[in-house]
């Protein structure tokens, strides 16, 4: 009977992101929008969708090997499991996800603990009871089931909600006080699970091609054609990875530098590359960075 690998990914928000990091990392899924069991074009793979919230459990209980998660349902779950890794995506931006307490912006309340004997409503029950003990501060903490941003003034005096970048928040009239979580996606297994030789290695060679997808996020290609009496200016210039890789043309005295840069800087570094001799200047997307 061959081997398969049992991998849990999260239905909902990252759904789509995830699937975009695997096919990155040279994984194709596909799913019907009414299963939880996508197909993988790997024979050695299973593939179940589960809510991020509760996957960690399952993990741990081993209904499956291993998955994706946030740090942030691990905590609440106080799940004991093996941390593979760390993939910093999400569903809009590669933003972390914070937790964060917040208040109506007409609320007078500035800090926890104006808090004293007030109501919060939250997904995040756990942790928001945790973080009211560090800081000695009793409420009462209710569960939402969704509009939590909506509640505050008139059902809550505050709320525990994550947020990438704060936009939900601030259209619904709200200000954030403080910040309990940072939560980054997390490759976690069951500890029996990887004790296995075999799920082991399977696990840590698809962590690799993860890890390199996620890390090609922000990154891109560049090449160019640069003559040898510009070639020293042109490093000067470039960034890179480690360092440009530099072979000689057809034509003598001319070189083609390659080399892997931040997205971010490209459009300032390609007018001054063109400017100090660079031609044939070649920008090219990519899949995987693998140090």
């Known amino acids: 009977m061959s081997c398969k690998l049992?991998?849990?990914l999260p239905k909902g928000s990252l759904e789509e992101a995830t699937y975009q990091i695997f096919k990155k990392a040279g994984f194709s899924i596909?799913?019907?929008a009414r299963s939880y069991f996508p197909s993988i074009d790997d024979p050695e793979i299973e593939v179940i969708l589960f809510r991020p919230?509760?996957?960690?459990?399952?993990?741990e209980d081993g209904v499956v090997d291993c998955g994706l998660t946030g740090h942030d349902w691990i905590l609440e779950n106080e799940s004991n499991v093996k941390e593979l890794c760390e993939l910093q995506y999400s569903k809009r931006t590669t933003n972390p996800v914070r937790w964060v307490l917040a208040v109506h912006e007409d609320s007078p309340y500035?800090?926890?603990k104006d808090l004293e004997g007030k109501k919060i409503v939250t997904e995040l029950v756990h942790g928001t009871k945790k973080y009211l003990k560090k800081h000695k501060v009793e409420a009462e903490v209710e569960f939402s089931w969704g509009a939590t941003e909506v509640k505050p003034p008139r059902l809550a005096d505050a709320i525990v909600e994550a947020t990438e970048t704060g936009s939900s928040l601030r259209?619904?009239?709200?200000?954030?006080?403080?910040?309990l979580i940072t939560s980054v996606p997390k490759f976690i297994a069951n500890h029996k699970s990887y004790k296995e030789e075999w799920k082991r290695k399977k696990m840590e060679n698809l962590?690799?091609?993860l890890e390199?997808?996620?890390r090609a996020q922000q990154k891109v290609g560049l090449k160019m054609n640069v003559a040898n009496k510009d070639l020293a200016k042109i490093l000067k210039i470039l960034p890179a990875l480690k360092?440009?890789?530099i072979s000689t043309l057809s034509e003598e005295g001319w070189f083609d530098v390659d080399t892997i840069i931040d997205e971010a800087v490209v459009r300032e570094i390609i007018p001054e590359l063109k400017k100090t001799g660079a031609s044939g200047i070649i920008e090219y997307p990519l899949n995987k960075v693998i140090p």
């Open 6 to 8: 049992k991998i849990a």
């Open 30 to 32: 596909s799913v019907n």
């Open 53 to 59: 919230q509760e996957m960690s459990r399952y993990i």
């Open 110 to 112: 500035k800090s926890v």
């Open 171 to 179: 259209a619904n009239h709200l200000k954030i006080i403080d910040t």
């Open 207 to 209: 962590v690799m091609l």
């Open 212 to 214: 390199g997808a996620v």
């Open 243 to 245: 360092k440009p890789t």
